[in-house]
């Protein structure tokens, strides 16, 4: 099991379109993703439960992956993350 705790930099912290992109990264791998945040744990996979962490700027979040492509799915939702979830110019 990889994991992967960040702090949301983005002053509008996860909303539909940074989540978007996480989930599209969970849909194209093979192992089991999860976010945990706010004490809940939820599936990445999932837009709506993925938005419904309501994590905001400053919030702390962590990426578990479990499964055959684990460490490239962190890997890959890494780099999204420190490129400000798309979002930096």
Do not use: W, Y
């Amino acid at each position: 099991m990889q994991m992967l705790r960040f702090i949301i930099a983005n002053p509008r912290g996860l909303h539909a379109q940074a989540c978007a992109r996480i989930v599209t990264i969970a849909k194209g791998c093979r192992c089991r993703l999860s976010m945990v945040g706010n004490g809940r744990r939820v599936s990445a996979r999932n837009i709506v439960a993925v938005m419904l962490l309501t994590a905001t700027m400053g919030a702390t979040v962590r990426i578990e992956a479990d499964g055959p492509d684990e460490e490239s799915a962190i890997r890959e939702i890494a780099s999204l993350l420190h490129d400000g979830l798309g979002e930096r110019r």
